[in-house]
Every structure is written in structure tokens, then in C-alpha cells.
């Protein structure tokens, strides 16, 4: 269920993401003083939800509570100011890592520094696991 995105309840600490589609914000949540990471995206020019946005709405709730999942705290839709359209927030539980690709980002990193190159066998295997696991769940629904 979309909601109107309660203003006083997060306080944006800053952007960390920006893409095609919108971006991310670090922010900390009032309520439960925990950080979290709020996705921002906007809607069609005619009032809608974009299918896209629908497509990951979907999918996300389809691996809720799957492990390696983070999961989606909330859905937000907020009025835009400057345009007058609407804009959809997603709330997730902030990860200081981040996803996998800045995980091998960061590893990448201490490669250059002269560190033990690659990953160890054992987390190679449960990353695939869990992209699989996560393939898997979807494939079928």
C-alpha cells in the first residue's frame, strides 16, 4: 500500500545514489532512530505509477524476508513542489556497504593496495547462492 510521505518522520543526512530512474538518499528515521536509505523516483508526466516502478515494487515483495534481501520498510508517494507531480519513496534499512556491486567496488580497492586478490571461495559461493535462491523465488511466482 502507497501512503503520503510523512515529511517529520525522516531527516535526510545526505544523497548517496543518483541513476536514470532517480536517487538515494541516506536519511535517519524519527520514529525508530535508525538510518535508512530512502530510493526516490518520479512519476509519469499523466499522474501514474511507472511500470517500472510497479516491476520492482513487485519483485520486492515477492523476496520480503528472503535472506540477503534487503527488505522494504515502507512505500511513500509525496506531492513535488518545483513540477506539481508526485514522486514514489521506497524505505529500506540503510546498508553502511551498500549493494553487491559497491561491495566489489570497495574489495576491488585493497586489490590495487596489494591485499589478497579476489574473494574467499566460501563468499563467492554464498553470494551465488543467494542471487540464485533469489532467481529462484521469482522464476516461481
Known sequence: MVTEYPQSRYSIEGNIGEGSYGKVDKALDLKTCKKVAIKTMKETSNDSVPHFVLRELDVLRQLSG???IVPLLAVYREKEQK????LIKFVFPFCEIGDLQAFMRQRNKH????DQLGLPVEQVIDFAEQILRALQIIHNK
Open 66 to 68: 528472503q535472506p540477503g
Open 83 to 86: 513540477t506539481k507531480g508526485n
Open 111 to 114: 586489490v590495487q593496495a596489494g
